[in-house]
Structure formats: structure tokens, C-alpha cells
């Protein structure tokens, strides 16, 4: 009698981890194509949506650009290789109906498929019913799921809003803290009339680990919001003076940190400032004017990022004074990095551990349309956040922030004095 055939592709007598591994590898290049299947589709509905579309030269507007270079996902069935389709919409900026292309199914930085939290959280942020819940999630995470109802997910939400209220009250993990990050997040549904913004503080402690420490609701941005947050940092256990925080130019964190921090000294987020003068420029100057801005921020001292400052000023204003002014106004707060070891530059001269996190969610204009509730969005914010925070990396240098911590001097990254007998 002739030995029957294992299902394993012809082999005879397969382990069954032999089969597993069949079976593995078919789930893994399945979910490659349909993956790869998605993007493209997605990417033909944005062309379709600007077909019409056209530059000065009656050509199409946005048009396709090619593929990025392959990237690996990991995934609940391994990791894979995808290609995301490239946009080229250059001609298409600065008109009044066109809105650049997002992946929604593959975000730039996305390098793993996201947890039922992490899923959630980002689909209540962009606005998504909690009826549509179920069939958006399978989408994202697979049969698994699918069993996901509207309740189940309305009661999902009500776990979720206890534990961001048990968080937010909760003692903070140290009571000191090298450096912080601020930013204030405009997000796609509603909160109160009059609080119409989240406010987002990480720090970064002495062993050079980051930690979400605080998420609350706040009027806009303004110096009393700031001032309470801050004041909730401090009951909750941050008692010393951090060393250093970096925010961008709302003058509600900068007026109101000297007030419950007063010997934290002060960074902008060279990030937000590059795009604020960018915006002040027009299209065909903003390529060079970002080359310099790079010149400035990224020199090797301070003394050479002054001269590019000194050049970038020189070059645009005649032409563009608003440019330079919201470059000049902030010279004072944007240079303090050189004073910290050069290993940290990289952390601190922008607020970009938060941005990376909103950076599919983020909503550019104040006043939304949208639904929910105070608490339902702060706590899918919370949920966001702490899902990026399994990613988050210790600081370059960790070694070093004993000296920061001692007080020790630093000249353009470099340390300077000698420890004091």
C-alpha cells in the first residue's frame, strides 16, 4: 500500500512542525498580499478623488510616484514585507480642496500592526462610530476581532476611562526628572466648548527612561491650563526642577513653567519652529530655507549654528521679514541643547516623541466637528500614548544624565568643569 502524503506540499511523512511552519509561512505571504492589495487601493482611491485635478500646465495634478522602499511589519503571523505607494502631489499644494495623502492602513512610522487598545484608540481619534467599530477593527487585526460587538466595545471604553482616571491621579514613578516634553494636541472630536485642547507631558528620567506623565484636557493652550497641569505634576510627586523642557512657542507652557519650575530652563522644538517659518515662505523658496534651518540646529557647536542663524537671517530678510521675525523672536530658547551632552541633542531639541505618536491623528484647524465626550477622548488619547510607549527607546547617552543630574557644565555637548574634590 502505497505511504500516504503528508498536505505539507508533497512531503512524505511531515513533522508537525513542519506543518506548522507550512501553515505559518502561507498566513504570513497571505497577509502580504492582501496588505499590499489594500495599499494600492487605497492609494487609487486618492488619485481618483483628484482626477480631475490639474497643475498650471493642464497636466494631472497628483499622479503616482513610484513605491518606497520595502519595509517590514510585524504582525500577529510574523513579520512581512510590504512597499507603500508612493503620491507625488507637488502641484497640487496650496489648493483649497485637496488634502495631501495619509496612508490610514500603513502610517509612516508604522513598523507593527497596533493592539486592540492602540486599534481602538486611533479609530475613535479619527472620528470613526462605535456601530463601525467591529468591521474596522477585523480589518486591522484579523478574524480575531470579529467577534467584537458595539456593546462590547462601549463597555471596552468604560475599563479604559477608569484606568486613565485611576492613571492620571496615580504618584509619579520618580520625583525627579532630567528633561520634559510638552505639547498641546488638537484632536477630531469634541470635548467642551471651552476646552478645546489635550495637553501631553513626558519625561525622561535620570536612568534615561521616557514615561508618559500627564494627559488632561485644556482651553486651548493658555498659561492657566498649563500652570495647572503642572501644579497636578508636582502634587503627584515631581517636586525638583527639571532640568530642561522642550515645547514649541505657545506662550501658555512658556509663561506658566517658571511659575511651579522656575530654574528649568527652556527649549524650543526646532521641529515646530522649521515648520512655522516654512509656512511664512512660499513654495518655491521653502526647499532652500529648509536646507539652512538644518545648517542651524544640526551644527556640530553652537558657535557654527550661530553663523548659519546669522546667514539664514541675512538671506530672507528683505524679502520674507515675517520668515526671519518667528525665526529671531525665540533666539534666546533655541540653542540651549549645546549646553546638554551631545548624546541627548537628538531627544531634546524637539518635541517629536509626542508628535511621532498624533502624527495620523492630529487635527491642524481649532474648532472640529465630531462627537464624544470629555473623558471618552482623553482616555483614548491615554490608550494611544501608552501604546507608543512600549516602543519608546531609553536615551543616547543614559550615562551621562548622573552629570546633568550633579549640575555638572556642558559647552556645545562637551563636558567642561572638573568634579570638585
Same mark, same amino acid.
Given at each position: 500500500?502505497?505511504?500516504?502524503?503528508?498536505?505539507?506540499?508533497?512531503?512524505?511523512?511531515?513533522?508537525?512542525k513542519?506543518i506548522?511552519d507550512?501553515?505559518?509561512?502561507?498566513?504570513?505571504?497571505?497577509?502580504?498580499?492582501?496588505? =499590499?492589495?489594500?495599499?494600492?487601493?487605497?492609494?487609487?482611491?486618492h488619485?481618483?478623488?483628484?482626477?480631475?485635478?490639474?497643475?498650471?500646465?493642464?497636466?494631472?495634478?497628483?499622479?503616482?510616484?513610484?513605491?518606497?522602499?520595502?519595509?517590514?511589519?510585524?504582525?500577529?503571523?510574523?513579520?512581512?514585507?510590504?512597499?507603500?505607494?508612493?503620491?507625488?502631489e507637488r502641484?497640487?499644494?496650496?489648493? =483649497?480642496?485637496?488634502?495631501?495623502?495619509?496612508?490610514?492602513?500603513?502610517?509612516r512610522?508604522?513598523?507593527?500592526?497596533?493592539?486592540?487598545?492602540?486599534?481602538?484608540?486611533?479609530l475613535?481619534?479619527?472620528?470613526?462610530?462605535?456601530?463601525?467599530?467591529?468591521?474596522?477593527?477585523?480589518?486591522?487585526?484579523?478574524?480575531?476581532?470579529?467577534?467584537?460587538?458595539?456593546?462590547t466595545?462601549?463597555?471596552?471604553?468604560?475599563?479604559?476611562?477608569?484606568?486613565?482616571?485611576?492613571?492620571?491621579?496615580?504618584?509619579?514613578?520618580?520625583?525627579?526628572?532630567?528633561?520634559l516634553?510638552a505639547?498641546?494636541?488638537?484632536?477630531?472630536?469634541? +470635548?467642551?466648548? =471651552?476646552?478645546?485642547?489635550?495637553?501631553v507631558?513626558v519625561?525622561?528620567?535620570?536612568?534615561?527612561?521616557?514615561? +508618559?506623565?500627564?494627559?488632561?484636557?485644556?482651553?486651548?493652550?493658555?498659561?492657566?491650563?498649563?500652570?495647572?497641569?503642572l501644579?497636578?505634576?508636582?502634587?503627584?510627586?515631581?517636586?525638583?526642577?527639571?532640568?530642561?523642557?522642550?515645547?514649541?512657542?505657545a +506662550?501658555?507652557f512658556?509663561?506658566?513653567?517658571?511659575?511651579?519650575?522656575p530654574?528649568?530652563?527652556?527649549?524650543?522644538?526646532?521641529?515646530h519652529?522649521?515648520?512655522?517659518?516654512?509656512d511664512?515662505?512660499?513654495?518655491?523658496?521653502?526647499a532652500?530655507?529648509k536646507?539652512?534651518?538644518?545648517?542651524?540646529?544640526?551644527?556640530?557647536?553652537?558657535?557654527?549654528?550661530?553663523?548659519?542663524?546669522?546667514l539664514?537671517?541675512e538671506?530672507?530678510?528683505?524679502?520674507?521679514?515675517?520668515?526671519?521675525?518667528?525665526?529671531?523672536?525665540?533666539?534666546?530658547?533655541?540653542?540651549?541643547?549645546?549646553?546638554?551632552p551631545?548624546?541627548?541633542?537628538q531627544?531634546?531639541?524637539?518635541?517629536?516623541?509626542i508628535?511621532?505618536?498624533?502624527?495620523?491623528?492630529r +487635527?491642524?484647524t481649532?474648532?472640529?466637528k465630531?462627537?464624544?465626550?470629555?473623558?471618552a477622548?482623553l482616555?483614548?488619547?491615554?490608550k494611544?500614548?501608552?501604546?507608543? =510607549?512600549k516602543?519608546w527607546?531609553?536615551?543616547y547617552?543614559?550615562?551621562?544624565?548622573?552629570?546633568v543630574k550633579?549640575g555638572?557644565?556642558?559647552?556645545?555637548?562637551?563636558?567642561?568643569?572638573q568634579?570638585?574634590a
Open positions: 500500500m502505497p505511504e500516504k502524503q503528508s498536505t505539507t506540499g508533497g512531503q512524505l511523512n511531515a513533522t508537525p513542519e506548522q507550512v501553515i505559518e509561512r502561507t498566513a504570513r505571504e497571505g497577509a502580504q498580499r492582501v496588505l =499590499q492589495a489594500a495599499l494600492e487601493a487605497e492609494v487609487a482611491d488619485l481618483s478623488r483628484y482626477a480631475q485635478m490639474r497643475d498650471g500646465r493642464g497636466r494631472q495634478a497628483v499622479v503616482r510616484n513610484g513605491h518606497a522602499p520595502q519595509r517590514t511589519i510585524l504582525t500577529g503571523v510574523g513579520a512581512i514585507s510590504v512597499s507603500r505607494p508612493r503620491v507625488d502641484q497640487a499644494k496650496g489648493k =483649497q480642496e485637496h488634502e495631501p495623502f495619509t496612508s490610514g492602513i500603513l502610517p512610522f508604522l513598523r507593527r500592526t497596533p493592539t486592540l487598545e492602540g486599534a481602538l484608540a486611533t475613535y481619534l479619527k472620528g470613526i462610530s462605535t456601530n463601525d467599530f467591529p468591521a474596522a477593527l477585523e480589518a486591522i487585526l484579523g478574524q480575531g476581532a470579529s467577534g467584537l460587538s458595539a456593546s466595545i462601549t463597555r471596552l471604553k468604560g475599563v479604559w476611562e477608569k484606568e486613565y482616571e485611576a492613571w492620571r491621579q496615580r504618584p509619579l514613578g520618580s520625583a525627579e526628572y532630567a528633561y516634553w505639547d498641546g494636541i488638537y484632536v477630531n472630536v469634541r +470635548l467642551e466648548e =471651552q476646552r478645546s485642547c489635550v495637553l507631558v519625561g525622561a528620567n535620570f536612568q534615561g527612561e521616557k514615561e +508618559l506623565l500627564a494627559v488632561r484636557d485644556g482651553y486651548r493652550e493658555s498659561e492657566q491650563s498649563w500652570k495647572e497641569l501644579l497636578e505634576l508636582k502634587d503627584r510627586g515631581l517636586e525638583v526642577d527639571p532640568k530642561l523642557a522642550t515645547a514649541d512657542g +506662550l501658555g512658556w509663561k506658566a513653567l517658571p511659575q511651579v519650575y530654574s528649568t530652563r527652556a527649549q524650543r522644538c526646532w521641529v519652529k522649521t515648520a512655522n517659518i516654512l511664512k515662505l512660499p513654495d518655491s523658496t521653502q532652500r530655507a536646507a539652512m534651518i538644518h545648517d542651524i540646529y544640526r551644527a556640530e557647536n553652537k558657535e557654527r549654528a550661530l553663523k548659519a542663524y546669522r539664514f537671517r538671506s530672507f530678510q528683505d524679502k520674507f521679514p515675517e520668515a526671519v521675525n518667528c525665526l529671531s523672536k525665540d533666539e534666546e530658547a533655541l540653542f540651549t541643547f549645546y549646553d546638554f551631545a548624546a541627548h541633542w531627544h531634546i531639541r524637539s518635541t517629536n516623541v508628535e511621532s505618536v498624533f502624527s495620523t491623528v +487635527l491642524r481649532y474648532k472640529t465630531g462627537c464624544g465626550t470629555r473623558i477622548t482616555s483614548m488619547v491615554f494611544l500614548m501608552q501604546e507608543a =510607549q516602543s527607546r531609553n536615551l547617552g543614559s550615562h551621562q544624565l548622573s552629570l550633579a555638572r557644565r556642558f559647552c556645545d555637548g562637551v563636558l567642561q568643569d568634579e570638585v
